[in-house]
């Protein structure tokens, strides 16, 4: 599993402020974390058969992305959890070393509550923060995908609006910028999409449908049953429509998969599940 990582320039510029206001073991800690939160939701993609490798480091935190993401919308939650309790593992550990060796204290506080703050933040129902996911993907099982992020945008923007009132009753006792910044980016995040945090189910065959009148080549692939659903899926191209020819272990046919089969078997079957167990 291979990682790539992508800076925003905007991130290059807190960078510099944070070291300038002397910062600079606080932003350490707050970067460990986010990335060692992002490198959790990658590992428990890979396990169950998703591939997200690449880190953006954004203004506000990361995020994670990669190409042909098919989500089942249950591993979606548990990806999307994957990150939160990291961080609380960490913190834990972090919290009883302190109960351990007391002088590590001095040398992880930082790292512990960057944890903390990092769990909590990501646990709020919006998008495109973990808890939003979990929500979206919650959604999603009882609703069209259309409706679910319809109802989680209206609650983000009430939600963020809501910090960003907060952020308005501090400045009379002390002014909490950061309310204000955070409360920002989540509304402007709850009304335009962010495709630098694309981490969605993907349909290959809505874009198709488009297209059909121009012509799209048809591709015919053997494959073994003991394939995967994922394996399948990265198979097939935005260029063709591919179907698929599934072969038992004396190569007999065992039977046929096209790409409407197999997005139907997405939404049942987790992304691992192999084409022998599926048919």
Known sequence: ????????????????????????????????????????????AYRFGYKLNLITLMPHGA????????????????????????????????????????????????????????????????????????????LSIKKTRNSAQKIVRVLGISLSAGLIVGFVVTTFFVPNYTLLMFGGFLFVTSILEDKTSHYTRVSTISDKIQRINKGIKIRDVAVPCDTTLYKLFRETSPNTITQFTVLG?????????????????????????TLRTVM
């Not at 990806?79 to 040398?107: D, K, M, Q, R, S």
């Not at 190569?251 to 992304?271: C, F, M, N, T």
């Open 1 to 44: 599993m291979s990682i790539k990582f992508a800076v925003h320039p905007l991130f290059l510029v807190l960078v510099c402020i944070l070291i300038y206001m002397g910062q600079f073991w606080l932003l350490l800690a707050y970067l460990v974390t986010i990335l060692l939160h992002e490198l959790a939701h990658a590992v428990v």
């Open 63 to 138: 995020s994670i992305s990669g190409s042909n993401v098919y989500f089942n919308y249950r591993d979606e939650i548990w990806i999307a959890i994957a990150g939160p309790l990291f961080n609380v593992l960490l913190a834990t550990v972090g919290v009883a070393l302190w109960w351990v060796f007391p002088t590590t204290y001095a040398y992880t506080d930082y790292f512990v509550w960057a944890n903390i703050v990092t769990a909590v933040v990501n646990c709020l129902p919006i998008y495109p923060l973990d808890g939003g996911r979990v929500l979206l993907a919650l």
């Open 249 to 273: 272990d004396d190569l007999s046919v065992i039977g046929h998969i096209d790409e409407q089969e197999l997005e139907r078997l997405l939404l049942v079957y987790p992304a691992t599940a």
